[in-house]
């Protein structure tokens, strides 16, 4: 049988090409990670990788935000509703399962039920060592957004807690916060 290279490229639908693509990239996260530590230290790794996705969370919303078309984040209710689309982009069920939502006058949370990042940390041995990221992804998200703000984990499956919990406080510009 030869192979045929139109006929193979046919089961490349879509979907199996998304998933590959954002399979590698997660491995190609974590194996930098994972290097980085082994060479200079997991201090060095923690401060690198947090750097490192303060500046690509800012592009992947950037990203996000483009696709979609949207230009104006007004409300709680619409940063929740981008968030959820970069996280369904990034992070799929049952990948990843975590659901933003508002939780006040002016802040949202994100609960954290399953973590693939946490999965691999464990199957590495460093649960202790790593510090997740999350706070600086949901800042620079909201940075790209147009809005200024801070978060805070306040659990974490990384502490041993059984789900993680990350606010955000959304500043917006110019106005008071408001839910629609």
Not at 27 to 35: G, M
Not at 68 to 80: A, G
Not at 84 to 107: C, H, N
Request: glycine letters at 6%; a positive charge.
């Amino acid at each position: 049988m030869t192979l045929q290279p139109d006929e193979l490229k046919k089961r490349l639908t879509p979907q199996v090409r998304e998933s590959i693509l954002r399979d590698n990239w997660h491995s190609h996260d974590a194996r930098w990670f994972l290097k980085v530590s082994q060479e200079f230290g997991f201090d060095v790794g923690n401060r690198l990788n947090q750097i490192t996705l303060k500046s690509m969370a800012k592009t992947d919303m950037r990203r996000v935000l483009e696709a979609i078309d949207c230009r104006n984040i007004e409300s709680l209710d619409d940063v929740v509703a981008v968030f959820q689309i970069a996280q369904e982009l990034y992070w799929p069920r049952p990948m990843f399962q975590g659901e933003p939502k508002v939780t006040g006058a002016d802040s949202i949370s994100v609960e954290v039920t399953r973590c693939p990042t946490f999965e691999e940390v464990k199957k590495a041995g460093i649960v202790g060592i790593y510090q997740c990221p999350c706070a600086i992804r949901f800042e620079s998200w909201s940075e790209a957004c147009g809005l200024g703000g801070k978060a805070k984990i306040l659990k974490s499956i990384m502490r041993g807690d059984p789900v993680c919990e990350i606010a955000l406080s959304p500043r917006f510009p110019n106005k008071t916060t408001k839910k629609n």
